[in-house]
């Protein structure tokens, strides 16, 4: 029936299918050691590098930091706290509406320059007070009391804006 110098060749059905899921397993498994050497060397060292950063933040000291290298426009260097009649000479060369805080419920004053003692107190607490709650939604301390702050603060900052330009 056949020579046996040339036997016949079988063929080797559906050899083309092991090699294809052999080809697609190997494809799996480098996608996904990609993404976990991605998330393990890229996404989580900065994440904790962000965690960290935030842990000990301390805004005032940023905000001084800030102020004085001139990276905040409305901040002066030679302004302080701490004198009173500086203050007030300050705020009234940078011609900035003086606005109470969420605590008093109040909108802007008319006049910048008639500022009391009191408002100018104020006006440096509403300062930390938004500070210190932009820096806790930064790390994540989230509470409704900061949030509803943060939101009116931010409300009142776009007015500002939008009848200042």
Same mark, same amino acid.
């Given at each position: 029936?056949?020579?046996?110098?040339?036997?016949? #060749?079988?063929?080797?059905?559906?050899?083309?299918?092991?090699?294809?899921?052999?080809?697609?397993?190997?494809?799996?498994?480098?996608?996904?050691? $990609?993404?976990?050497?991605?998330?393990?060397?890229? $996404?989580?060292?900065?994440?904790?590098?962000?965690?960290?950063?935030?842990?000990?933040?301390?805004?005032?000291?940023?905000? #001084?930091?800030?102020?004085?290298?001139?990276?905040?426009?409305?901040?002066?260097? =030679?302004?302080?706290?701490?004198?009173?009649?500086?203050?007030?000479?300050?705020?009234?060369?940078?011609?900035?509406?003086?606005?109470?805080?969420?605590?008093?419920? $109040?909108?802007?004053?008319?006049?910048?320059?008639?500022?009391?003692?009191?408002?100018?107190? =104020?006006? $440096?607490?509403?300062?930390?007070?938004?500070?210190?709650?932009?820096?806790?939604?930064?790390?994540?301390?989230?509470?409704?009391?900061?949030?509803?702050?943060?939101?009116?603060?931010?409300?009142?900052?776009?007015?500002?804006?939008?009848?200042?330009?």
């Amino acid at each position: 029936m056949y020579d046996k110098d040339n036997p016949p #060749k079988f063929p080797m059905h559906d050899m083309h299918l092991v090699k294809s899921l052999k080809n697609c397993v190997a494809a799996v498994a480098v996608s996904l050691a $990609s993404g976990a050497l991605v998330y393990m060397f890229h $996404s989580l060292p900065r994440k904790i590098a962000y965690r960290n950063f935030y842990a000990d933040y301390d805004p005032q000291a940023s905000f #001084k930091r800030m102020s004085e290298g001139g990276y905040l426009q409305s901040a002066l260097v =030679e302004t302080s706290f701490k004198g009173k009649k500086n203050y007030k000479e300050n705020l009234c060369r940078l011609r900035i509406p003086i606005s109470r805080s969420i605590h008093h419920q $109040s909108n802007v004053f008319n006049d910048t320059c008639t500022t009391s003692s009191e408002e100018v107190e =104020e006006l $440096s607490t509403n300062i930390s007070d938004l500070l210190n709650a932009i820096s806790a939604e930064l790390r994540g301390n989230i509470n409704p009391r900061s949030n509803e702050f943060l939101e009116t603060e931010l409300g009142r900052y776009k007015t500002f804006i939008k009848y200042k330009i």
